[in-house]
């Protein structure tokens, strides 16, 4: 089994910490295709630790937005408890949770900073109580928590070319990273979130364009619809490439995982454009064809840079006392 010669490489141990590393894996598996895609291009040391990343971002996720039968003030309450709750156990270092123990043990090994899962959770709580950003700025202090933060949360994992390379310039580049993919969900997600009630594409960008919620929800997709898409896209273009070099700059053996992440979710905005920018009627997609040369190319590359090389991964920290 796949999960559990993964584990193994990664030195997991104990029953219920593979179990809920085993969780992790299957919901990057079912939810995250194209993250699924990119981490088997990780050594096998490495995958649990980033499934365990996604599986908690999931985690969250279901709670916000997969409970129809509960109001938004209802999802608010129970997000906030079971964050206080998971924050102490976060600071304790253990958990009940079938999902939560894996991650915790994840933060553990790498020592990646507490700030970074409390910032996220409170950008997950403004989705339940913001429903639109005046500005771009606005909407930037949003994807700080909901998708610089998980950039930083990777590094570690992911590793630094060598010494020389400065953390905080190969974090900057992460950050951009995850600018440019949560802003790829935003333009490639603006029919589902406006049936969740939200729009995360900035009001100032809309009334550049003469285009209000209204006209949005019409689905009908005009000129002015057009630009305001484009002007998007181009925006979201240049994080990418404001990103790209500090693939460079992160250990060989991650760089083609980053790359074919980077790659895929990047022709995302080609599709919307090959669609007429028609975000209303169906999700956007790149094809499987391309998913799978993509994927391919970087495997091999992958296979190469990990020709000689040892993955270290730090141990499991004493469980508390």
């Known amino acids: 089994m796949i999960a559990a010669r993964e584990q193994d490489a990664a030195g997991i141990e104990g029953a219920a910490l593979r179990d809920s590393y085993s969780r992790c894996r299957a919901l ?171 729009v995360y594409l900035p009001q100032e960008s809309l009334e550049m364009f003469g285009v209000d919620e209204g006209r949005l929800r019409r689905g009908i997709v005009d000129e002015s619809i057009r630009n305001l898409l484009a002007w998007e896209i181009e925006r979201t273009r240049g994080f990418y490439a404001a990103a790209e070099p500090g693939i460079e700059l992160v250990h060989p053996t991650s760089q083609d995982c980053l790359r074919a992440a980077s790659t895929l979710y990047g022709e995302i905005l080609t599709e919307i454009e090959r669609a007429d920018y028609d975000v209303f009627s169906e999700r956007v997609r790149v094809g499987q064809v391309r998913r799978a040369t993509v994927g391919l190319n970087a495997l091999r590359g992958a296979v190469t840079a990990r020709r000689g090389t040892v993955t270290h991964v730090p141990p499991r920290p004493t469980a508390p006392a």
Do not use: C
């Not at 996604?54 to 408890?81: H, K, S, W």
């Not at 253990?94 to 507490?114: E, M």
């Not at 950050?175 to 949560?182: K, N, P, V």
């Not at 935003?186 to 406006?194: A, E, I, P, S, T």
């Open 28 to 198: 990057a598996a079912e939810h995250g295709k194209t993250f699924h895609l990119a981490t088997l291009l990780l050594p096998a040391a490495k995958r649990p630790f980033v499934h365990a990343l996604y599986g908690f971002a999931r985690r969250v996720d279901d709670i916000v937005d997969q409970n129809p039968d509960l109001t938004d003030d209802e999802r608010a309450e129970e997000l906030i408890r079971w964050s206080e709750d998971f924050l102490v156990d976060l600071e304790w270092g253990d958990t009940s949770d079938p999902i939560s123990r894996a991650l915790i043990d994840t933060v553990a090994r790498w020592q990646i900073p507490h700030s970074y899962f409390a910032d996220f959770l409170e950008s997950m709580r403004m989705d339940l109580t913001v429903r639109t950003y005046p500005t771009f700025a606005d909407l930037r202090t949003y994807m700080w928590g909901s998708a610089a933060v998980i950039g930083l949360q990777m590094m570690p994992i992911l590793g630094r070319l060598d010494d020389d390379v400065r953390w905080d310039v190969v974090e900057s580049h992460a950050i951009d990273l995850g600018l440019a993919f949560q802003m790829t969900n935003f333009l490639r997600d603006v029919g589902d979130d406006l049936r969740r009630g939200r």
